[in-house]
């Protein structure tokens, strides 16, 4: 539905994004992820419409949104990371003068502003001045404001950032309502805050695409780096270290950690911890070797990150 072919931009002399490549598809949620400076601000200011790239194009079902600006505009709702929210109004009048400027009917208009002032939750606080909102309720009205008049193609500039963790849960699940009916491009730093509600991943570093995933392979990704702690007893040091690699299989590997209270501790690493589990509950027993703890290591989307940069 999307495709970006080639997108370049310069500030002058300095290189933003080069080269950029990608695709979305309809329903998709896609995370646009990169470190401060990566130039993800830049992609999103370019198919907003706010900013004209360097080079390469982006299109909309195959229509370039630069011969198109206001087709392209029509079907995208955006929330930058400082919404231009106006203090002075209510969150009711803002949202029907924002839907006055997307030319939504009249006689539609004030059920399409019901609808998303339910489906982000502000209704209690409809009524009430926006130089009066907490954060976590200016992003809120900010969504509404994307999403209003329920355009095909929602983008978020950062939508979580400087929220509280409660607030991020709300905003997270409010992303995720709208997979399917929306096509979402999220752009964000916090990686791990964000890495369930979404599809697909797009990796960018110093204003290049690094690396595509979906959120299958990056889950693959995340049991390939993810360790596990064994602790195990019932017999001498030496024993449990040759048991430990009678346990492996493939490219599997073991370290030893040390020892604990009553227990050998090894670190296993394995492309395939269903059959490692098996392997190892199965030879305990018949070794009369005793599992006293097996833990998975946690591995953030950080740590994935940083490897495909
Ligand atoms: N108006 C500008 N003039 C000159 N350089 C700019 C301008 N806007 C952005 N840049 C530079 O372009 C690069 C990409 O910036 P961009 O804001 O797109 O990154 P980002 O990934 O959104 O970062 P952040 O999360 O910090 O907003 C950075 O090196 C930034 O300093």
Redesign the pocket.
């Known amino acids: 539905m999307i495709q970006v072919s080639n997108l370049s931009k310069f500030?002058?002399e300095?290189r933003?994004?080069s080269g950029l490549n990608f695709k979305l598809e309809k329903g998709e949620i896609v995370g646009l992820l990169?470190?401060?400076?990566?130039?993800?601000?830049?992609?999103i200011r370019i198919l907003t419409g706010y900013l004209i790239p360097s080079a390469g194009d982006a299109s909309i079902d195959g229509k370039s949104i630069f011969d198109f600006p206001l087709e392209a505009k029509q079907k995208i709702g955006y929330l930058p990371?400082t919404p231009p929210l106006y203090e002075d109004m209510t969150i009711s009048e803002y949202l029907q003068f924002v839907g006055r400027i997307k030319k939504i009917e009249d006689s539609k208009l004030n059920s399409e502003i019901e609808k998303v002032i339910e489906k982000t939750n502000l209704i209690h606080v409809k009524d009430k001045l926006i130089g009066t909102l907490s954060l976590g309720y200016r992003k809120r009205v900010g969504i509404a404001q994307a999403i209003l008049g329920d355009p095909e193609i929602v983008i978020m500039?950062?939508p979580i950032s400087g929220l509280d963790p409660k607030q991020i849960v709300e905003i997270r699940s409010l992303i995720g309502s709208l997979a399917g009916n929306h096509t979402v491009l999220i752009?964000s730093?916090i990686l791990t805050e964000i890495y369930k509600t979404c599809d697909k991943f797009l990796f960018?570093h110093k204003?290049s695409l690094k690396q595509e995933l979906s959120l299958s392979r990056l889950e693959e990704e995340m049991n390939r780096l993810a360790g596990w702690e064994v602790g195990l007893s019932g017999k001498p040091k030496e024993e449990l270290v040759q048991f430990m690699k009678t346990v492996l299989s493939g490219n599997d590997t073991v370290t030893e950690m040390g020892t604990g209270k009553e227990e050998e501790m090894f670190l296993v690493r394995t492309t395939n911890p269903k059959q490692f589990k098996e392997s190892l509950f199965s030879k305990a027993l018949s070794s009369g070797i005793q599992i006293e703890s097996l833990k998975k290591q946690e591995v953030s989307l950080e740590q994935i990150f940083m490897e495909k940069i």
């Open positions: 500030y002058g300095k933003a994004i990169g470190l401060n400076g990566a130039g993800k601000t830049t992609t990371e500039d950062e752009s730093h960018i204003g």
